[in-house]
């Protein structure tokens, strides 16, 4: 008997093992996961650069674990959330960063005010524009050929990762809403600039499917006309969101999940989808109670009405209360709503949310 219950426990501890090894470190659904975009995730490409977009300082950071790391936001951003709830140990590195084998989770590209158009954000400084930013994933493309052996090799393994792409707010906020530094709003008519920005955005996707992307979710722009800067600067009660500016990103998202259509039924061997911010944040806002927010028109740090002239300053004190606050600044949202906007794109919410997928029904793929 005595003997019997040694072999048991035996057996136990090699099973309490085994789960302890590997249970805590459980597969990811895609061998990587590439990130594009603007500030909104933004995890530190912009620090090395000689720019007005940077969140390398306090209180950036305040609820990060490493603190401030150049995210634009108290703490986590969309694509760290969406990470996680894809199964990836640890976020995904920075291009600024990424160094060998680290690249074979994936990258992060993103840069705060960079936008569709080259010129687009000049006027804050240095920033890697969308071009930019897949030229830098050709660079990790041909450096995961090297690290797998072939390019046969590497194809297998990059088709398989998700490609995120979300861009276009700068080019509103950053260009064409900016008179005083871009003629784009003389020269267009918002649904001819939208047309413009659609032809270049799929430019860069065509590129990025030449180096081997086959999974691509194209995030929409979301409600910049109810940000806390718009809000200060052209609403006239600051609560009103700003309908012009609202209806050209509507006008842009429309004919990205165009694209989006148009790509997937051109019989090619890769699957596109649409979030649709836009939807995700105008639930939110209109019914703020449900998720647990209290302000939905305020930065939580920031500066003038609706703190939202400018983003916050270096060692500011921020609003005690940051899960209740929709907007960590002038522009950007809070950890709390980043992780909401996160687990509506990865499982959808509401048929709206995701079109014709979700992000975890793509990892599937």
Known sequence: MEGQLRRWWVVCAVVMGLALNYGAK???????????????????????????????YLPYGIDFPNGPTGRFSNGKTTVDVI??????????????TARGQDILRGVNYASAAAGIREETGQQLGGRISFSGQVQNYRNTAQQVVNLLGDENAAANYLRRCIYSIGLGSNDYLNNYFQPLYYSTGRQYTP???????????????????????????????????????????NSPDGRTCVQRVNDANQLFNNKLKALVDQFNNNDSDAKFIY????????????NPGRYGFRVTNTGCCGVGRNNGQITCLPLQTPCQNRKEYVFWDAFH?????????????????????????????????
Request: with cysteine.
């Open 275 to 286: 979030i649709n911010a836009y939807g995700i944040f105008q639930d939110i806002t209109s």
């Open 191 to 233: 649904e001819q600039y939208a047309d413009v920005l659609i032809r270049q955005y799929s430019q860069q996707l065509q590129a990025l499917y030449d180096y081997g992307a086959r999974k691509f979710a194209l995030i929409g722009v979301g409600q910049i006309g109810c940000s806390p800067n718009q809000l200060a600067q």
């Open 83 to 96: 990470a996680e709830l894809l199964g990836f140990d640890g976020y995904i590195p920075p291009y600024s």
């Open 333 to 365: 949202p809070t950890e709390a709503a980043n992780t909401i906007f996160a687990r509506r794109s990865y499982s959808a919410q509401s048929p709206s949310d995701a079109y014709p997928i979700d992000i975890r029904r793509l990892a599937q793929l």
């Open 26 to 56: 459980a597969e990811s659904q895609v061998p990587c996961y590439f990130i594009f975009g603007d500030s909104l995730v933004d995890n530190g490409n912009n620090n090395q650069l000689s720019s007005l977009a940077r969140a390398d």
